[in-house]
């Protein structure tokens, strides 16, 4: 058993690797020293840091490794990526590639293309695509090849591909040590006082809903992560913002958002899929349903990607437009901000 770190949004779903059910005639015994006798060559470290990572459940809570296991209990180890490798056949899916050259290339990935296979999605991923029109890729620490970082299946924007082994490891290392640029432009609801600031807090898996992330006072409870915005657009109910990425966790931007009370437009998963803020006017209303018709989607694009060449050593940095959908959903708040808000709108 290994926990490896992610430096990206990651996947949407967990995966049980080991299960224990406790049997009625156990002594208390620390988790981390249970597991041990229980996984085959499974280190105190590996089982500390699995978690500090929050992939340890006891019950369906994470535990930290002093929990004392008691009879009864149901023991899982959970982590985002499968038991097992999911053999993976090559599509032919067509790919919006940016650049390349015979160490990586840059793809522009589309809304709804989920970036590799896991449950419920095994066919039609970029991996799958990837695995049609290249040949060897090298594989990352999750034997997933050619994937230095990911982005959510719901998410727009850039992703880097490395199509060799020193290109993965040079790659990876910068995504780690944070040296990497990664800007992100995103539509929350609510005026964000500030024009700009910096969120920090560790992220785990909610305690009681599995699927989404939270953010935790407790330093012992998940990973550190930063984010850093800056306001771009006001539109009176929901601000444009730049979001610039100092660690990548799994939902980072969605999760630090909502924490700071401006969850993403439309992000069905935290609740943006509701009207947080605005009228209780019927026209406002419709508006909003409009809205969402057009961007069916958290509002999130992953804009800039800026790295170091691995072979050549030069610092490089992409850039793309807004996918057409947020660009069509901002321009109608636009246009709403200026004919439509007052003073005298009564606010939810």
């Given at each position: 058993m290994s926990h490896t770190i992610d430096t990206t949004d990651l996947d949407e779903e967990l995966f049980e690797h080991f299960r224990f059910d406790v049997p009625k005639g156990q002594l208390l015994l620390r988790i981390d020293k249970y597991l041990m006798n229980m996984i085959p060559n499974a280190t105190r470290n590996k089982i500390q840091n699995a978690a500090t990572a929050g992939d340890i459940y006891v019950n369906d809570l994470p535990v930290k490794s002093n929990y004392k296991v008691k009879p009864f209990d149901v023991v899982r180890i959970m982590l985002s990526h499968p038991p097992f490798e999911n053999r993976v056949d090559p599509e032919n899916i067509p790919l919006d590639i940016v650049y390349e050259d015979d160490a990586l290339l840059l793809i522009n990935k589309p809304a709804g293309f989920v970036v590799h296979p896991g449950h419920g999605n095994?066919?039609?991923?970029?991996v799958n695509a990837l695995a049609y029109?290249?040949?060897?890729?090298?594989?990352?620490?999750s034997e997933r090849p050619g994937l230095v970082h990911r982005i959510d299946k719901d998410t727009t924007g850039l992703l880097v591909i490395a199509k060799t082994e020193a290109a993965m490891t040079h790659l990876a290392k910068q995504f780690e040590a944070k040296t990497s640029e990664r800007e992100y432009v995103a539509l929350v609801w609510g005026n964000i006082k500030e024009d700009e600031g910096t969120i920090e807090g560790n992220i785990a898996r909610h305690v009681k809903d599995r699927m989404q992330m939270a953010v935790f006072a407790d330093s012992e409870i998940g990973k550190p992560a930063v984010t850093h915005y800056k306001v771009l657009e006001r539109f009176g109910y929901v601000t444009l913002v730049s979001c610039i990425l100092e660690t990548g966790r799994t939902h980072q931007i969605r999760v630090h958002m909502k924490h700071i009370g401006?969850?993403?437009f439309n992000d069905a998963r935290y609740g943006g899929d509701l009207i947080l803020k605005g009228t209780t006017f019927t026209k406002y209303k419709q508006f909003i349903d409009n809205c969402f018709k057009i961007l069916p989607r958290q509002a999130l694009h992953a804009k800039t990607l800026g790295f170091i060449h691995p072979t050549t050593g030069k610092m490089m940095r992409f850039n793309t437009e807004l996918p057409q959908d947020m660009q069509e959903c901002i321009e109608k708040w636009r246009n709403y901000s200026k004919t439509n808000l007052s003073e005298n709108e009564e606010e939810v």
């Open positions: 095994y066919t039609g991923t970029l029109h290249f040949d060897n890729l090298p594989k990352n620490s401006h969850t993403l």
